[in-house]
């Protein structure tokens, strides 16, 4: 451990990593267009590999005239639900840390899945009843289940590990719009501080273009700080650049040149036609292992079955192994008879 | 039925019946008194200040004739020297007339050896009792053996022998155990015996001395104030002898009076004061010449990390244009935040969000795949897994 006093920052500050490099955030979650772009496409591929498999296996041939969704269309209707969530914020009322952190949930799962394999008008569900939890605003499942039309506990609950797991159990997201507030609360330090009506009005349109920005992959390729900054950028472009100028943030300011292109480019909402039109295609080619009760999804269930049975033979065998030899808990430690001299 | 039979029963009884009267003197005419009893049952386990808290509960019943709290309110329960409950009754019917089986498990019992019973579970009960008994021989420390290892052993052995005890394992040799230990460390015995003694002793006068000590004290500020009274009496009658004999301006007088009076009291009260302190003081060194061990206070060193929360970057304001928070800072009862909130370090941690890895490049190309491609591979298979 570092035994400087923690009054002399700039000394010691080379030396510490910085808060945000040693989040899970910058760590795992974060990508440049190109590594987003094959991620999704190699995903796309190999569960489409996957499906058609199983498709025949099942009745050989079938899959032929079977239109598997592609990663653009995939992406699509995730979009779609990332704005149901915000509608489904608004009808709670949640705070704007639940919708961003459960947006940025459904997001990072389907990096690791595809709405092929599960569909997020369940996912979406879970994404944001796990965000309620891990933004400490909890709502009972029953008031959250009753508020939304064909929706019982179980929908939400079933995948609840699932996304869990694919987020790798990484809550902790930082996020834009606080980052907005801080840039807003610093620049009434600068002498260039607009008055209070005007900051009102600067704060509330760049609060826009972040919800904006969520439709967007931004967050999982830029850190929140420049995000927030692009944002107050596109309200009032001299404030922002004062204030990148102020904290000496050059790198800043061509970051956000290109998020800014990005939220005009991609922050449009998607045509309920053309989503419909997917979603049409999905009911075709969704995965039937995952479909309850149909054949694959039984050879599937019978497979595991196998396989824990198996698992589990092989767990007693070598208890009963362990057990012939002597003693169960494995042999008595020794030379350690004199380290519990501490009476 | 006859008079004269009913007169012959009880008289075989040894109780007298007179129907009509009641009188203090015939001892079994009430039917709560079930006890012709004259032992008053004792031992048990005492607690620290030597008293047998007795266990009581609405649900008790006989084991033996069955009656329970709600047919006789009076109804205690005993514990027999093989850990059986009895009442009072029944323990008066079975063994008045001298040792007779237990109704229970056959052991033969005596009146005497019957004891109230202190816990709910007579496991327990009989495990205390047990432990109690033994501790008074098994009375050996750390000190009394020259490593670790043998003064385990005998621990060891000391518990093999309660166990055995509390079990009814082997009770034969495990008391052949106790009395070749009793006849090989009788020395040994007595003289812990002695020192716990003295240990005891030694509590009990530091006790009494502490006592002595607050009595003395108390006694001391009693006649301080007493002195004090008779100073102002003084003073007071003083000054009327003054006013009384001099000639001088009245209103002087008793100013002045006044004035001194008030000194003297300053005076009074500083050395009493300077009393009381002295003689914390001394106390406050007694104790700790008593204590031997001196904890020497390490200096406290907080918590240091190694991150860079961005210190140099972000300057907080004390008091921001901020309608969002706006409510909850005028909220002087705390009713809209939990305990400890304060707007300030939401604020802080605002700014830092401002300002972190706002230097930071975006990543480019495709040169690292962070997410590996396979963990796809059915993700539900390794739920199934885990």
Known sequence: MQQQPPTSPDVSSAAKSPLFQSSTQYRNWRFSVEQLKATRAALNQASVAAIRNTFESDSPGSSSDVHFLDANEEHLLVKLYIIKISQLCGHFRFPEEVEATGITYLKRFYLKNTVMDWHPKNVMLTALYLATKTTNHPISLESYTAN?????????????????????????????????????????????????????????????????????????????????????????????????????????????????????????????????????????CKNPEKVVGSKAYLAKRAREEKEAELKRKKKAENVRKATEQGNPFGEVLVGQANLDDDD | MSTNRTNAASWLRGTTIRKGTTTPATRSHTPQTQTSSSIVFSGGVKDGSGRTSEYFSMDDQCPVCKSDRYLNPKLRLLVSSCYHKMCESCIDRLYTLGPAPCPVCGKTLKKMTFIPQTFEDLVVEKEVAIRRKLAKEFNKRREDFPDLRSYDDYLQ??????????????????????????????????????????????????????????????????????????????????????????????????????????????????????????????????????????????????????????????????????????????????????????????????????????????????????????????????????
């Open chain 2, 157 to 386: 052995e000391v518990e093999d022998i309660t166990f055995n005890l509390i079990n009814e394992i082997d009770i034969p040799e495990t008391q052949a155990r106790i009395a070749a230990y009793r006849k090989e460390n009788a020395a040994f015995i007595e003289l812990n015996q002695q020192r716990e003694e003295a240990y005891v002793q030694a509590l009990k006068e530091q006790e009494e001395a502490e006592r002595r000590e607050r009595q003395l004290r108390a006694e001391e500020i009693r006649r301080a104030e007493e002195e004090e009274r008779d100073a102002r009496e003084g003073e007071r009658r003083a000054l009327i002898d003054n006013l009384e004999n001099s000639d001088a301006d009245a209103a002087r007088l008793v100013a002045q009076a006044r004035a001194e009076a008030l000194k003297r009291a300053a005076a009074r009260t500083a050395a009493a004061h300077q009393a009381v302190f002295a003689q914390q003081q001394e106390t406050m060194r007694l104790r700790a010449a008593q204590s031997a061990v001196v904890v020497p206070d390490q200096p406290h060193v907080p918590l240091l990390d190694g991150y860079y929360a961005y210190e140099d970057l972000c300057g907080l304001r004390s008091s921001y244009f901020d309608p969002a928070s706006d409510a909850v800072r005028r909220d002087k009862e705390g009713i809209m935040r939990a305990g400890g909130y304060r707007v300030e370090e939401a604020w802080e941690r605002a700014l830092r969000y401002a300002v972190a890895g706002l230097d930071i490049t975006p990543p480019l190309g495709e040169v690292s795949m962070p997410l590996p491609i396979t963990s796809r591979v059915d993700a539900d298979v390794a739920m199934a897994s885990v």
């Open chain 1, 148 to 284: 939304i039309p064909r929706t019982n506990a179980s929908d939400v609950l079933d995948l609840e590990f699932l996304v869990a797991q694919s987020l790798a159990f990484e809550f902790a997201v930082w996020h834009a719009h606080r980052a907005l507030w801080g840039i807003w609360l610093d620049i009434q330090d600068l002498p260039q501080a607009p008055p209070h009506e005007e900051l009102q009005r600067i704060h509330d349109t760049a609060m826009q273009h972040i919800r904006t920005s969520r439709l967007t992959d931004v967050e999982l390729i830029y850190p929140p700080s420049q995000i927030a900054l692009a944002c107050l950028s596109l309200a009032h472009p001299e404030i922002a650049a004062f204030w990148a100028r102020s904290k000496n943030a050059d790198t800043a300011l061509e970051a956000i040149e290109s998020i800014k292109r990005t939220i005009t480019r991609d922050g449009d909402t998607p045509s309920v036609d053309v989503v419909r039109e997917i979603d049409r295609h999905l009911k075709i």
